[in-house]
């Protein structure tokens, strides 16, 4: 009856969408409502400084499966449109590990890597979303409409893949992406969920002063937001809440089937995002160049497994998206073939020396964060940043012309790690990646032409 072994357990893999690092109660939002996914907290371990190898879906998403950077699998922004390439067709992704162990595969919900309409192998179970985004009312799923809600719909048939493996002898692996809480947000949620935040102050979500790098559409609203910015907020707020209801629904499955100490839970976002934070709304591409602001760039994280994972830790480590891989293959003792740059964390110990860093890209911008500094690099010519987030935590202060000596000390550490870890055929610092999309495998005329510009600071 699925795996009623913690030794060899089931995996439930969460995903939300566009999940700012701010966006949860039990990391310090006392305005959301999470009650599920602060249960979850307490029941294993939260990950305070858990970071997307790019603060953008797709790419952020390809760097999870595979434990590689942008520039080794060539995912280097979002899939405009509903591709029809596997864009990770030839590649080893954590699934094809599992599935070799044994594991049974299912999919509910957004993959966003292209040969959506189609699963990819090892899966019994695939009901993806077409695309990268969408309404929740009317949303179309493998060619059908869907009934009502789309976070009730996926919550539904997660619930059902659970059901029907609890009666097979083979472990399983479902991956639950859900869409929220992505845009749109005005006018898209249940009703008793949005009232939650009628009287709302979203003290959490101040609205700064507009970046000067921000897009604007035709009507002059962020590309990323929308012109009602307290019914965008309450959205926002109400989908992540909606979504915690479903996550509530989910878990209740595992219980009611006797799973719960067999199966190890993971919850994450794809990458942040920005309700106003340093005046964007928006991720990554909420700034055109491309910006690496922690509320950008860091995710919220859980991971438990009553009885073999810690129980009410936070983790303060820096990990990052591409550790997710060796991670999870130590925790199921399976063996990792070691490609990627990141290193497993299974056990919780103390990371936080001064040679733990993490890296990022988003095309030619590129990042070196450790626990006391920031650096982000834009090829060719800049503009570069240097925050000294010890005194600085809110990356305010840019100290790049301050003639430091920790800039050309953090600047060599990136070209040498990156030097490591690129294949040179999808090195991103050479590849126009403006934030407006990826159309097809990684080459020059890949990717879609920035609609805007705007005058660097």
Request: charged share 20%.
């Amino acid at each position: 009856m699925a795996s009623r072994d913690p030794q060899r357990p089931n995996v439930l893999f969460i995903l939300s969408d566009d999940q700012g690092p701010w966006a949860l109660g039990c990391a310090g939002n006392s305005e959301i409502q999470t009650p599920h996914l602060d249960g979850l907290a307490a029941s294993g371990v939260r990950l305070s400084r858990f970071f997307s190898v790019s603060p953008v879906c797709s790419p952020a998403r390809a760097s999870l499966f595979t434990g590689r950077i942008p520039s080794a699998h060539g995912v280097h922004d979002w899939l405009s449109g509903p591709s029809p390439d596997d864009h990770l067709a030839g590649q080893r992704l954590f699934t094809d590990d599992l599935a070799d162990a044994g594991y049974r595969l299912g999919l509910v919900g957004k993959w966003h890597l292209g040969a959506n309409d189609r699963p990819r192998p090892g899966f019994v179970h695939w009901y993806a979303h077409p695309s990268g985004g969408g309404p929740y009312l009317g949303a179309t799923i493998m060619g059908q409409q869907v009934d009502g809600y789309l976070t009730d719909e996926l919550t539904a048939r997660a619930a059902a893949f659970i059901d029907q493996e609890a009666g097979r002898a083979e472990p399983f692996y479902l991956s639950l992406h859900y869409t929220a809480p992505h845009k749109p947000w005005k006018g898209q949620h249940p009703p008793e969920f949005e009232a939650l935040y009628e009287s709302c102050a979203f003290a959490s979500c101040p609205q700064e002063p507009a970046h000067p790098w921000q897009p604007l559409d035709a009507d002059g609203v962020p590309v990323g937001g929308e012109a009602d910015v307290r019914a965008a907020l309450i959205g926002y707020f109400a989908a992540v809440t909606a979504m915690d209801a479903g996550i509530g629904r989910v878990l209740a499955t595992l219980e009611a089937q006797g799973l719960t100490a067999s199966t190890l839970v993971i919850f994450s976002s794809d990458n942040g995002f920005n309700c106003g934070h340093h005046g964007i709304w928006g991720k990554g591409n909420g700034t055109f160049p491309q910006n690496m602001y922690d509320t950008s760039v860091m995710v919220p994280a859980i991971f438990s497994q009553p009885g073999r994972v810690p129980q009410g830790v936070v983790y303060d480590a820096l990990v990052s998206g591409y550790d997710l891989r060796p991670t999870l293959l130590d925790h199921l003792g399976l063996p990792d073939d070691g490609g990627g740059p990141g290193r497993s964390f299974a056990a919780f110990d103390d990371r936080s020396g001064a040679e733990v860093v993490v890296y990022d890209e988003y095309g030619p911008v590129r990042m070196i964060r450790t626990g006391a500094w920031k650096y982000v690099h834009r090829y060719p010519h800049g503009p570069h940043e240097l925050y000294h987030l010890a005194r600085d935590p809110d990356e305010r202060h840019n100290l790049a012309h301050a003639g430091l000596p920790e800039l050309a000390e953090l600047r060599d550490r990136l070209d040498s790690w990156f030097a490591r870890h690129v294949d040179p055929r999808l090195d991103g610092s050479r590849l126009p990646v403006n934030g407006s999309g990826q159309h097809s495998p990684a080459a020059l005329g890949a990717f879609e032409a920035a609609p805007y510009r705007t005058e660097p600071r």
